[in-house]
């Protein structure tokens, strides 16, 4: 089992809907991520929270807006996405962006937009 | 050029037989190197971290890395079929993890 949960494991929704994946972590991480990951590509890093603070965001499109809660929580808000924009969204944290500290990652959530 | 570069493979070696994976990476600047493991349709799982020039071993892995090279590699002991999977290099610099493409290894029985 892995320690960072991500919801839903798979979502279809169509270009007009909003939708929100969300992530948790409870392992008193410090930074969290998204990537999103196309099919036989490497992970590509989206965002970035250190400490609940956006820190890095990639050049990417509006259509995306992460959200942080609170130290444990990461939310990636989507609205009018193209059919581009599916692939594997995958959250990860690590105890603190300063350091040499590997990532973990959650389990993904496969999205289809339709 | 690529920040982190690996041979995409496909890598295959038989059960039992040595598997080795090879990466280099751009920025000499980087800090710190992994490898994760990757199954088919799943999230990367973290396998191996290695910090300083020379080899690492954790059970059957070993790391090697070489900063004046820019290289770093994973060897795989006494492969088996379940360790079948693709196997993306990270390396840490400026504090943002960059992943290499991954080579897919096939371990056959």
């Known amino acids: 089992d892995t320690e960072v949960t991500q919801t839903p494991k798979h979502l279809v929704m169509g270009m007009t809907n909003k939708k929100s994946l969300k992530c948790e972590q409870h392992?008193?991480?410090?930074?969290m991520y998204w990537y999103k990951q196309k099919a036989k590509k490497p992970p590509e890093l989206m965002f970035v929270y250190s400490y609940e603070k956006l820190s890095i965001n990639e050049s990417v499109p509006s259509r995306f807006s992460p959200e942080c809660p609170n130290s444990s929580l990461l939310n990636l808000h989507l609205h009018a996405l193209q059919p581009e924009d599916s692939a594997l969204y995958l959250c990860?944290?690590?105890?603190?962006?300063?350091?040499?500290?590997?990532?973990?990652f959650g389990s993904g959530t496969r999205l289809t937009v339709v | 050029q690529k920040e982190v570069e690996q041979n995409s493979g496909p890598l295959s070696v038989p059960e039992g037989a040595i598997a080795s994976l090879n990466c280099t990476y751009s920025d000499r600047g980087s800090q710190s190197f992994f490898w994760y493991r990757q199954y088919s349709g799943k999230s990367p799982e973290l396998i191996m971290s290695?910090?300083?020039?020379g080899d690492k071993e954790d059970g059957r892995f070993t790391a090697q890395l070489n900063k004046a090279s820019q290289y770093v590699s994973l060897l795989i002991r006494d492969s088996q079929p379940s360790d079948s999977a693709t196997y993306l290099c990270?390396?840490?610099?400026?504090?943002?993890?960059?992943f290499g493409a991954g080579t897919r290894l096939t371990v056959k029985p």
């Open positions: 290695i910090y300083s020039n």
């Open positions: 990860a944290s690590s105890q603190a962006r300063v350091g040499n500290y590997g990532y973990t």
């Open positions: 392992m008193g991480h410090r930074a």
């Open positions: 990270a390396v840490l610099n400026n504090n943002d993890m960059r």
